[in-house]
């Protein structure tokens, strides 16, 4: 029997491997999510910080995907943004109380659906929402409870959690939150990802984005972990490349 040719037998490990580099990348994903449904992701950073993913249809991008953040201590839980509905709200809080956590707050980058339109669904079931005043000036419809100026100190057990303003950028009154325990950063839709586009700009201050974004590395200079408002999370390279991307306006 003639034997294959090298050619050949490359081909055929080139295929093999490719297949096993798709099943491993499936476990992985698999391996990373912690739920999923039509409506809702939700992936861990670590055991105490997890980011949900819900959906946007927007004439501009189409159906979007948007990220919000979970911090959880042993009994209670704080959320960053909404869902993009009270449906999928509700869903995300039944996930929350299925993890043994109350839901005692609700955090709101900024006045756009994206961070707010489902929050409703929180304020009917007593949980009080946390924005800043430009914020609650901002919004529409359904307006946060609670507003603050500069900076604002939350706390789930002994973990605290700073939610501040920086300045300008994605919208007027877009904030941040960070958890030092943690060294996380919520930037929401003010922070892009690695090769994202600037997105949508209609609220947008592009002059002054960068310095914004410039002050909180600043602040934050050991902050391991970023997570935009959409897109895949990373370490502070996502806030030089916001600053970059913006930085010729």
């Not at 300045?167 to 929401?188: C, K, M, W």
């Amino acid at each position: 029997m003639e034997g294959k040719s090298p050619l050949a037998l490359t081909c055929e490990m080139r295929a093999i491997l490719s297949l096993l580099l798709m099943l491993l990348n499936a476990f992985l994903h698999a391996q990373s999510l912690v739920y999923e449904s039509v409506s809702l992701r939700i992936t861990p950073i670590n055991e105490r910080v997890f980011v949900h993913e819900t959906y946007l249809q927007t004439e501009s991008f189409g159906l979007v995907a948007c990220n919000g953040m979970i911090y959880m201590d042993d009994k209670e839980a704080i959320v960053f943004d909404t869902p993009t509905s009270d449906s999928v709200s509700v869903e995300l809080m039944q996930w929350i109380e299925s993890q043994g956590r109350k839901v005692v707050g609700v955090v709101v980058n900024h006045f756009h659906n994206d961070c707010l339109g489902g929050l409703e669904a929180f304020h009917s079931r007593g949980i009080p929402s946390y924005a800043s005043e430009k914020t609650i000036e901002l919004a529409l419809d359904v307006k946060p409870q609670t507003g603050f100026s500069k900076k604002q100190i939350l706390t789930i057990g002994k973990l605290k959690i700073e939610n501040s303003y920086f300045g300008e950028a994605h919208t007027r009154d877009n904030i941040v939150s960070y958890l030092p325990d943690e060294q996380v950063l919520f930037g929401g839709c003010m922070v892009k990802a690695i090769g994202a586009s600037k997105g949508f700009l209609g609220d947008a201050n592009t002059a002054e984005w960068s310095n914004t974004v410039r002050r909180i590395l600043k602040e934050y200079p050991d902050v391991k972990v970023v997570i935009p408002g959409h897109g895949a999370s990373g370490d502070k390279a996502l806030l030089k490349y916001t600053i970059a991307l913006f930085e010729q306006e």
